[in-house]
């Protein structure tokens, strides 16, 4: 009887443990979110390299809880508003954070 307690506490804590481990933070995403984030990153850099205006080598996507951050250097103006509204369109994008520079 003993034994069988001692191999349901330690199951119930192992669960406990995973459950906690697995939790999102205000700095650390959880794991559903972060397949979600991944899924917008790979749908906003899809958009991004569909689009003639945008050359997608010189544009980088990171996604945390659903905020889309773009960076590296791009040859107009134009081509940053033009990529920001790119990624403004993509389904389940919160906002984006420009930090595209001019060559």
Do not use: W
């Amino acid at each position: 009887m003993k034994l069988s307690k001692l191999f349901a506490s330690f199951f119930f804590a192992l669960t406990l443990a995973t459950l906690f481990g697995c939790a999102p933070t205000p700095t650390r995403e959880g794991t559903g979110e972060y397949i979600d984030d991944t899924a917008i990153t790979t749908k906003v850099k899809a958009a991004i390299l569909g689009d003639s205006m945008l050359k997608a080598t010189e544009i980088n996507v990171e996604t945390f809880k659903g905020v889309v951050q773009l960076s590296g250097f791009v040859t107009s103006e134009a081509a940053i508003k033009h990529a920001v509204e790119v990624a403004q369109g993509v389904k389940g994008v919160k906002s984006v954070k420009n930090d595209m520079r001019l060559k």
